[in-house]
């Protein structure tokens, strides 16, 4: 396992005395801790009104059958995804609108969605909790902060989203983005104050990094300083991603099997935070082609060019709008930050269309990442960041470990662990446990 310290060098602790720091954890010696997903990282409910039209039967009103008492279900996930008429059923309910005279985004006309028991891990553990296994997200991070005193709903807390909406810079409306913010506002204060008023560490997966950092951003030094400990950002995309562009031209599955990409496409194009994953031209080279066809190539400077080539061209006003002022939004907010990603997998960094466009998957070419996010994004920041000296940034390497799998992979889920450990004053308990030495 490859670690590399950014710009603070910090105290590796052996994980012999890590083990015996579990032993001695108290869950009234830890700062709350507050999950925040990625992407598509907790479930995500929709009811249909009597505006709701559908042209087939498939996506009818009354499907699906099983709804609770007042019409709602569970959109994301739903194993029906799978199947070709419920996938474009699945894609069209998903789906969001831009209203350029509202200059906001929207759901499809009656289809109304929300997260479910907001501040409970609950909605991340598994994306279908009938599909344990294959569709687990946050459940082994979370068994782990349970095995060293952390207690659901007292010290360990979530904070899902509708993770298809995104932010937007000052003077532009963001009303669910808006909500997301003032709800997590809301449910740090109330775990600090539920804990003795001990600050809140916020643990994020992938996109939940870009939302924590706007987060904190948006709240005054004095109130970061009283309610915030620290900020872990796992695998977190803080430019974007080449894999963004893909999404975009020819559709993802996301690792769903039996899925056509291009039955999802439209819907994915749609999603106002897939447009903040794009790659940041702030982060990457000006000069390099990411996309090549046989008819031209683009840089990260020329995105408005692919969203028109590829026949996105309604994406190209919110991007530039909304979507570029954010991504020059890099402000250090002051909170120390411990940055854990994955390294040394091979991560696509160009693609390359044939005769077929963009209606074929292209061949990719690779570079370092974590498989689904370039190394330059992930470590973006220490570049950003270099002459801060107010501004406390760690990153942590882990060889091998993928975007996903950081959250399960067994050596990764120690770090991360043992870091949790760190910001909970180890130093002080390993000598209320009778050790007085750290090993550097």
Not at 111 to 117: A, G, I, K, L, M
Not at 262 to 268: A, D, G, I, P, W
Request: glycine share 8%; aromatic share 10%.
């Amino acid at each position: 396992m490859k670690m590399k310290g950014g710009l603070k060098i910090m105290a590796i602790v052996s994980m012999a005395m890590v083990h015996q720091l579990y032993m001695c954890e108290s869950s009234n010696s830890l700062h709350p801790l507050i999950l925040i997903p990625g992407a598509g990282g907790n479930q995500l409910e929709a009811r249909l009104t009597r505006d709701y039209k559908s042209s087939t039967l498939f996506c009818s009103r009354w499907n699906p059958i099983m709804k609770d008492s007042q019409g709602w279900f569970r959109l994301w996930f739903s194993p029906t995804v799978l199947l070709a008429p419920y996938t474009d059923c699945f894609a069209r309910r998903m789906t969001l609108h831009y209203d350029k005279d509202l200059d906001d985004y929207r759901n499809e006309i009656g289809v109304q969605t929300r997260v479910d028991q907001f501040g409970s891990v609950q909605s991340l553990l598994y994306l279908d909790p009938n599909l344990k296994k294959i569709t687990a997200y946050m459940a082994p991070l979370v068994d782990s902060l349970e095995a060293i005193g952390y207690v659901r709903d007292k010290t360990l807390f979530g904070a899902p989203y509708d993770f298809r909406y995104g932010l937007a810079p000052e003077g532009h409306p963001c009303e669910v983005g808006s909500k997301f913010l003032k709800d997590l506002k809301e449910l740090v204060e109330k775990a600090s104050n539920s804990n003795g008023g001990k600050s809140v560490i916020l643990m994020t997966h992938s996109l939940g990094g870009l939302f924590a950092l706007q987060f904190l951003n948006r709240n005054s030094p004095t109130w970061r300083r009283h309610f915030i400990k620290h900020l872990v950002a796992l695998s977190t995309p803080w430019g974007g991603s080449v894999e963004g562009m893909r999404t975009f031209a020819s559709g993802n599955t996301l690792g769903v099997p039996l899925v056509n990409p291009l039955r999802v496409r439209t819907e994915q194009r749609s999603s106002e935070s897939n447009l903040w994953l794009l790659p940041n031209p702030t982060i990457y080279e000006h000069n390099t082609p990411i996309v090549i066809t046989q008819n031209s190539n683009y840089t990260v400077d020329e995105i408005p060019r692919f969203l028109k080539d590829i026949g996105f061209e309604e994406g190209i006003y919110p991007y530039e709008s909304r979507i570029l002022p954010l991504m020059e939004q890099f402000q250090a907010p002051g909170v120390d930050l411990t940055c854990v990603i994955g390294g040394g997998v091979k991560t696509p960094e160009t693609l390359l269309y044939g005769e077929k466009g963009f209606d074929e998957q292209p061949e990719m070419g690779y570079g370092d990442g974590d498989g689904t996010v370039n190394m330059v994004s992930l470590r973006a920041l220490e570049k950003l960041w270099a002459e801060e000296k107010n501004q406390t940034l760690e990153t942590i390497e882990l060889s091998g470990v993928s975007h996903k799998s950081i959250l399960e992979n067994r050596d990764a889920l120690d770090v991360i662990i043992r870091e949790i450990s760190r910001i909970n004053s180890m130093a002080y308990r390993l000598r209320a446990c009778g050790h007085t030495h750290v090993e550097a």
